[in-house]
């Protein structure tokens, strides 16, 4: 008797543990594999370069600010938590002292401080820009709409607008440094996400005053829509470096499924529903999570790799192209026509 209850439980055991957690470890390991790695032997030469990284003070900026100082270049963080990019700069200088880290104000949802920054930049440290990677980003709570202080929708506001602004307001530096370097372009990276595909904009309606907010339950539209923006961005901005003929090359990316803290001060505001949190989530972590620095990778690859040199307005992931038959199709069209609709909105001409 005692050996057929003992048959029984080793038989739960392997069906319901063993054979699952072998499963899932087979799996996590197969996704690791596929994972690109940044070729440090194919990389231009940034030391003593200029490069800007927005939201720099945690997660995938910190590891990119990180990377690009030890590499020698001049690093600047435009943070909008002055205390805790110095904290960040602190813990960086604990395991390199190389290059250069300065600390910048900025906060991307108001205007009014990505003119100044831009402005501050220009006027301290003009002389060209090698890189600027557009890296800060946030996640909005689930079914609720909030507003910047210039009364956009936040995640299109921050994500999009802000960075938008920014990019064109320091295009003549980055054109500056590209003229400096014939044969090594200056770069715009844009980190933006794999959840563009979920993104859906309405031209006539991008802040949402009109549309229903009709939500999913495990993740926002806005911030969908506010990457798909990203990719649009990137696409209308290649063809406008080309039209011009500037020696600015620029890339969209996705960082995969990165464990960082975007996103979890907003979550508070409306939690998920229990099985998001306590089972998606864990099973996803568990599965596919990066790391900030294994997420950081591809930003790195966009950044300096050798092999981007001629191509611009393409998008990547796991440090290598994102081929068009695997992700969704942009809209040139609709590309050229939010360029025009964010130009109006802040104020550009």
């Known amino acids: ?39 440090i032997t194919n990389e231009v030469d940034i030391s003593g370069k200029t490069v800007i990284v927005t939201g720099a003070s945690d997660g995938i900026g910190k590891v990119t600010a990180e990377e690009f100082a030890v590499r020698g270049a001049r690093v600047i963080l435009a943070c909008r938590n002055l205390q805790k990019a110095e904290r960040a700069v602190a ?33 301290k440290y003009g002389g060209g820009l090698s890189i600027l990677v557009n890296n800060a980003g946030l996640v909005n709570p689930v079914g609720m709409r909030k507003l910047t202080e210039d009364g956009f929708e936040e995640a299109f506001g921050v994500n999009h607008l802000g960075h938008f602004l920014l990019t064109n307001l320091l295009l003549p530096e980055l054109v ?68 011009d003929k500037v020696n600015v090359n620029c890339y969209a990316l996705c960082p995969g499924f990165v464990d960082t803290n975007i996103g979890k001060e907003n979550m508070a505001d409306n939690p998920p529903p229990f099985w998001v949190t306590h089972v998606l989530f864990p ?29 611009s307005g393409e998008m990547y992931r796991n440090c290598e192209f994102w081929d068009y038959s695997k992700r969704p199709k942009l809209s040139e069209k609709d590309a050229t026509k939010l360029w025009e609709k964010s130009e109006k909105l802040v104020k550009l001409n």
């Open 91 to 123: 813990d960086i200088r604990m395991r390199t002292t190389n290059g250069e880290m300065i600390i910048m104000h900025l906060n991307l949802s108001s205007l009014s401080s990505v003119r100044q920054f831009a402005s501050e930049f220009i006027q």
């Open 1 to 39: 008797m005692s050996c057929c209850i003992t048959s029984f439980l080793y038989s739960i055991l392997l069906y319901f543990a063993i054979i699952p957690a072998l499963t899932l470890l087979a799996i996590r390991l197969t996704i690791r594999k596929l994972r690109g790695k940044v070729d």
């Open 283 to 311: 099973l996803l972590k568990l599965v596919m999570v990066k790391d900030a620095k294994e997420g950081a990778e591809t930003t790195v690859y966009c950044s300096l790799s050798k092999y981007l040199t001629h191509h």
């Open 176 to 243: 500056k440094a590209g003229e400096k370097n014939p044969s090594d372009p200056s770069r715009v990276v844009i980190v933006s996400s794999g959840a563009h595909s979920w993104g859906s904009l309405s031209l006539d309606d991008l802040m949402y005053e009109k549309t229903p907010l009709e939500d999913w339950k495990w993740i926002s539209k806005l911030y969908c829509n506010s990457k798909l923006a990203n990719n649009l961005f990137n696409l209308e901005l290649a063809k406008k470096f080309r039209s």
